[in-house]
């Protein structure tokens, strides 16, 4: 008896996951060239929430991440390298977004916690991630892929990342875009203490 329940268990499972397939399914990446889709929403930043449109950004190259999860260690690492080269963004006149699914206090948490400079943008609907493909890229729990747009200054796509590391992402983006001093710091050697002055 108890063979045959989990075989139905394991039947019904398997109708279930056909039959909510096409929910989950992706939506195709962007290509390079082709116009960014506008989108509003909200963003955080610092402890604070505004309005805000892709078209805010005219005028200025927008680096657009999406990531699956606050406080998860491959988004952690990639808000932080974000956030150790941002000084080299902004100095390129580049604007960072990072995008996900999760609540506006959990995004102002892991801004708070890593001290991100950059805004990050609400989608819990996943309109945005739908609209640039990176909805259901773990579809068992509802996350966002890990893919990043960078947009030029007239709103058309000129890189797509589709696979990304999270901990050297920011620095291959400075680098492909040709930022000067993409490279990370090289820490100062510790001065050498001073000679005992001899008469």
Same mark, same amino acid.
């Given at each position: 008896?108890?063979?045959?329940?989990?075989?139905? $268990?394991?039947?019904?499972? !398997? &109708?279930?996951?056909?039959?909510?397939?096409?929910?989950?399914?992706?939506?195709?990446? $962007?290509?390079?060239?082709?116009?960014?889709?506008?989108?509003?929403?909200?963003? !955080?930043? =610092?402890?604070?929430?505004?309005?805000?449109? $892709?078209?805010?950004?005219? =005028?200025?190259? &927008?680096?657009?991440?999406?990531?699956? /999860?606050? #406080?998860?260690?491959?988004?952690?690492? #990639?808000?932080?390298?974000?956030?150790?080269?941002? +000084?080299?963004?902004? %100095?390129?006149?580049?604007?960072? $977004?990072?995008?996900?699914? @999760?609540?506006?206090? +959990?995004?102002?948490?892991?801004?708070? /916690?890593?001290?991100?400079?950059?805004?990050?943008?609400?989608?819990?609907?996943? /309109?945005?991630?739908?609209?640039?493909?990176?909805? %259901?890229? !773990?579809?068992?729990?509802?996350?966002?892929?890990?893919?990043?747009?960078?947009? @030029? #200054?007239? =709103?058309?796509?000129? /890189?797509?990342?589709?696979? &990304?590391?999270?901990?050297?992402?920011?620095?291959?983006?400075?680098?492909?875009?040709?930022?000067?001093?993409?490279?990370?710091?090289? *820490?100062?050697? *510790?001065?050498? *203490?001073? +000679?005992?002055?001899?008469?």
């Amino acid at each position: 008896m108890k063979m045959i329940t989990l075989g139905l $268990l394991a039947i019904a499972a !398997i &109708v279930v996951t056909i039959a909510i397939r096409p929910q989950f399914a992706r939506a195709e990446l $962007l290509k390079e060239g082709q116009i960014a889709p506008p989108f509003t929403s909200q963003m !955080i930043t =610092g402890d604070q929430e505004a309005p805000m449109s $892709l078209a805010d950004f005219h =005028g200025k190259k &927008v680096v657009l991440y999406f990531y699956p /999860k606050d #406080e998860t260690s491959g988004c952690t690492k #990639e808000a932080c390298a974000f956030r150790d080269g941002y +000084a080299r963004f902004t %100095n390129a006149g580049l604007v960072v $977004l990072g995008c996900s699914v @999760d609540s506006a206090d +959990a995004h102002k948490d892991f801004i708070r /916690k890593n001290n991100l400079p950059f805004p990050l943008v609400l989608d819990p609907d996943k /309109k945005i991630a739908t609209a640039y493909g990176a909805a %259901n890229g !773990i579809p068992i729990l509802g996350l966002d892929r890990r893919i990043t747009y960078v947009i @030029d #200054e007239n =709103g058309k796509i000129i /890189k797509v990342y589709p696979s &990304v590391d999270p901990s050297t992402h920011a620095i291959e983006i400075l680098n492909d875009l040709g930022v000067a001093d993409a490279a990370p710091p090289v *820490p100062a050697a *510790p001065a050498s *203490p001073a +000679a005992p002055a001899t008469n």
